[in-house]
């Protein structure tokens, strides 16, 4: 019976642990290779909290602390403590710095800060660690024999990993959730949304560490012993095993993963027994080691995946918009599967105008002085605007001017003193051959690459060293050369990822629930759907975007962008590798937003698209801007067809 009871505490101590492992590593993409360290600290915050102090028990123990604070004060220090743990380890995880970076970094941290704890005595008690940790309750009215109180805490464990679930489940299925999942997707991509990946992994390493935290202080707790040699670094690589055999992303998985591997493994290899007394005595435990690891190895073969897998979120299909009935290509007939969404972009200017309201008069919800974009009033679903974080200034002629922009990699200058502007409204084409610097100079006008030189300025305000999700946020979005869509995000939840000032895509506004931030959500869907049905991608709202072609992914990255209510779209090669019959109907349907009041740079290398569809073209050629004009222009300058245009 006692047996079975210190299964189950470690089972809900193991969930707890994988549970917040599960958030930060299967939700966010933050890969904390120091995790046991925040366990660690909050099982040492809850013994020194309920201890009394070191002179007790003849002082034979060194111990910081000693307060002999009642349950459950013990375990909340614990989890702040966890959380609070984090937040010097943000610099890690933050923007600056790449993943497997941060994680081997972790890593370090974890084993340097287990050397500090076993090797310093005054603060930590050595490698003895502490002992005699006050059991909560023990003395209380509620606890009547010894078998009762051990079935109690067991109960009481497992009822508040069930609490942990609920909490992580509520954070992960809403927008903030969805936006997590963007990032572990493709964290560049997010940040050009408007996502502030600095906040986000702050929010998934604090909570993921108060998680830990209260895991450690529940098994401190029952022990009543806290020892550095029981938090290595190997334990850390114990729960990833656990979520990821589990189920990464899967937070049923990470609890499945918990009882499986620290639990239901480790306890197997005990069974392994050393009865030769000439054997060396550390033996067992490598041989256990082994054993485990052999039993990880043979389970990702056969399952990589996982057991139970990160689920899609289907979102249930309602009857879509209506739309103008478009012709037969845009509904996927005639030029294949990719013209109809084409199509469909190309008379979405068309479509706008046939629908209440869309006539130029003023849409409802539109912000003062904005002009008539293509997600704006009616042609985009007939849903208001959310209302944006930051003001928009008065327009100006110039929505974007650069003055002497320069960008150096290694001695070597990708863009060298570009300056340009862009005429509001305008579809503005960048050319040149490869090498020139138009993809660098596309980061450095989105954010995503700092400038090494020069001024940048947009709406008439400099945004020189402004980060890229706050350009974002500012109307100022891009798109990438190669295909960036959230691949394990479905097309719907791509298009739903990209929609600012949502309610729900705060913390705070995750841990609200639904009822805070439906009415917001339902208004999003409407818009994604309604984009759908003008793009001819409604039958793949719920497919996973990874799994579609190459155009209707850049159709995704195109719809995404809209949904971020632009006002100046950033596009890289959108046309690269798309059919010409269906590049030329995108090309129609830009210059259509361009004439509702957007923006558009566009790097492309089909000149025959730039020349039927941009004015003016700008032309670079080792970095710096050699021409503009209008292709007709260009042709006839000796320097540009020398650059680029012959052949």
């Not at 005990?270 to 690891?293: C, E, K, T």
């Not at 974080?389 to 110039?398: G, K, L, S, T």
């Not at 590798?577 to 129609?588: K, N, S």
Request: charged content about 15%; proline content about 7%.
């Amino acid at each position: 019976m006692f047996y079975l009871i210190i299964l189950l505490v470690y089972a809900a101590v193991d969930a707890m642990a994988c549970l917040g492992l599960s958030q930060q590593f299967g939700v966010a993409g933050v890969t904390n290779f120091g995790f046991i360290i925040f366990q660690a600290a909050g099982a040492y915050v809850a013994a020194v909290l309920a201890l009394p102090p070191d002179t007790a028990n003849g002082g034979f123990q060194t111990y910081v602390g000693g307060f002999g604070l009642p349950f459950p004060l013990p375990w909340i220090g614990a989890a702040a403590a966890g959380g609070l743990l984090a937040l010097p380890f943000t610099f890690l995880v933050g923007r600056r710095l790449r993943g497997d970076f941060a994680a081997v970094g972790l890593l370090v941290t974890a084993v340097l800060l287990n050397v500090l704890v076993t090797d310093y005595r005054p603060l930590f008690n050595g490698d003895a660690g502490v002992a005699l940790v006050p059991a909560p309750l023990r003395q209380g009215m509620f606890v009547t024999t010894s078998n009762a109180y051990q079935v109690g805490y067991a109960v009481g464990g497992l009822a508040l990993a069930a609490v942990i679930w609920w909490l992580v489940h509520r954070i992960t299925e809403s927008p903030y959730g969805r936006t997590l999942r963007a990032m572990r997707d493709n964290d560049k991509v997010a940040d050009s949304l408007g996502k502030n990946l600095v906040a986000l992994r702050t929010g998934a390493l604090v909570t993921g560490g108060a998680i830990a935290g209260l895991s450690g202080a529940v098994l401190v707790s029952f022990i009543g012993v806290w020892s550095p040699a029981a938090w290595s670094y190997a334990e850390t690589i114990v729960l990833f095993t656990a979520v990821i055999i589990g189920g990464m992303g899967n937070h049923a998985g990470a609890v499945l993963g918990a009882v499986l591997v620290p639990v239901g493994f480790e306890e197997i290899t005990r069974f392994i027994s050393n009865s030769n007394p000439s054997l060396p005595p550390n033996l067992l435990p490598s041989l256990q080691w082994v054993a485990i690891g052999v039993l990880i190895a043979v389970f990702l073969w056969v399952r990589p995946q996982g057991i139970l897998p990160e689920r899609k979120r289907v979102i249930p299909r309602r009857p879509w918009p209506p739309w103008r009935a478009l012709p037969a290509a845009a509904a996927g007939r005639g030029a294949g599967p990719a013209a109809g969404p084409a199509a469909a972009l190309a008379v979405a200017g068309t479509a706008a105008a046939a629908a209440p309201g869309g006539s130029g008069g003023p849409a409802a919800g539109r912000e003062p002085g904005r002009p008539a974009g293509p997600a704006a009033g009616p042609a985009a679903g007939g849903f208001p605007r959310p209302a944006r974080r930051h003001p928009r200034p008065e327009p100006v002629r110039d929505i974007l001017r650069t003055e002497g922009v320069s960008k150096e990699f290694g001695g070597v200058h990708a863009v060298a003193g570009v300056s340009l502007s862009v005429r509001r409204g305008t579809l503005t084409g960048l050319i040149g051959p490869n090498g020139a610097g138009k993809s660098t100079l596309l980061s450095l006008l989105a954010g995503t690459e700092r400038a090494s030189s020069g001024r940048i300025f947009y709406q008439g305000a400099e945004i020189t060293h402004l980060p890229a999700y706050r350009r974002a946020r500012l109307g100022l979005v891009r798109t990438f050369q190669l295909a960036s869509e959230f691949k394990r995000l479905t097309v719907l939840e791509n298009l739903l990822s990209a929609v600012p000032g949502h309610r729900g895509d705060s913390f705070l506004g995750a841990l609200a629930g639904r009822w805070y931030w439906r009415a917001d959500e339902a208004a999003a869907i409407e818009r994604a759907r309604g984009l759908l049905a003008r793009f001819g991608l409604e039958r793949h709202a719920n497919d996973y975007a990874g799994e579609l072609s190459g155009g209707q992914r850049r159709l995704v990255e195109i719809m995404r962008a809209l949904m971020s209510e632009p006002d100046m779209l950033l596009l890289d090669e959108p046309m690269a590798g798309v059919h010409p019959e269906l590049a030329r109907r995108i090309g129609e349907g830009l210059r259509e937003l361009c004439r509702e009041g957007m923006t558009i740079l566009m790097v492309e290398h089909e000149l025959a698209i730039m020349d039927e569809f941009c004015d003016p073209v700008i032309v670079m050629a080792e970095g710096a801007v050699l021409a503009e004009g209008t292709m007709a222009q260009l042709r006839g300058r000796a320097e540009v067809v020398e650059a680029y245009l012959v052949g």
